[in-house]
């Protein structure tokens, strides 16, 4: 029912910059929250951001606020996250997931989110 695409991913150096996005398709006007996740070699995939997609709420993981911004456009059925200050822990691939029922597992939790992308990969070296 919604499909999605990312891209933008790459290698950079510690401290500098990317910026994803995730393109959706599909029943986009379904959508209630769209959110990144990443994982890494051998870790489960962890909550990056999220954020309401006919709203301005946003939350975002400890380990990447104030670096990471989410951000929308409706009209283009897109999602992006501008990366700054990236660290070699940053390295990982990165999915958009979007969650169309408002269910009650919250933000943080990749089940909330019932359709992904295929990733894209962000590597960043010391």
Request: aromatic fraction near 10%.
């Amino acid at each position: 029912q919604v499909h999605l695409v990312e891209s933008g991913g790459g290698s950079v150096q510690a401290g500098g910059s990317l910026r994803l996005s995730c393109a959706a398709s599909g029943r986009t006007d379904s959508i209630h929250r769209m959110a990144w996740f990443r994982q890494a070699p051998g870790k489960d995939r962890e909550f990056v951001a999220a954020i309401r997609w006919r709203g301005d709420t946003t939350v975002y993981a400890d380990s990447v606020k104030g670096r990471f911004t989410i951000g929308k456009d409706n009209d283009e059925n897109r999602l992006t996250l501008q990366m700054t200050s990236l660290k070699p822990e940053d390295t990982a691939v990165y999915y958009c997931g979007a969650d169309l029922d408002l269910g009650g597992r919250g933000y943080y939790s990749a089940l909330t989110y019932k359709y992904w992308g295929q990733g894209t990969q962000v590597t960043v070296s010391s």
